[in-house]
Nanobody, 116 residues
């Protein structure tokens, strides 16, 4: 049973920073991709950033240069999202995601609210 638990969301003023964490547990294949997605009210869930078990990263254009995704090598059981220069449009529920062997797993989500 794979489980993902996020933490670190909250309320911050525009221009501020937050760091999200996600802890993965269970039987996880060593070759995998972890990432963060977000969903604002009325919008579809969208990719924020991903990182492979080998360290390759991918970012949405809207967060490039402001957000940084990382993992806790070599254990590879944690993924982090450092969010700087936050904007009101970054407000959403942020979900941790894990993919391996054709399967996809989601965390329960953590709310990020950026006030103007």
């Amino acid at each position: 049973q794979v489980q993902l638990v996020e933490s670190g969301g909250g309320l911050v003023q525009a221009g501020g920073s937050l760091r999200l964490s996600c802890a993965a547990s269970g039987n996880i294949f060593s070759i995998n991709v972890m990432g963060w997605y977000r969903q604002a009210p009325g919008n579809q869930r969208e990719l924020v950033a991903t990182i492979t078990s080998g360290g390759t990263t991918n970012y949405a254009d809207s967060v490039k240069g402001r957000f940084t995704i990382s993992r806790d090598y070599p254990k590879n059981r944690m993924v982090y999202l450092q969010m700087n220069s936050l904007k009101p449009e970054d407000s959403a529920v942020y979900y941790c995601n894990l993919k391996f062997l054709g399967g996809t797993y989601w965390g329960q989500g953590t709310q990020v609210t950026v006030s103007s």
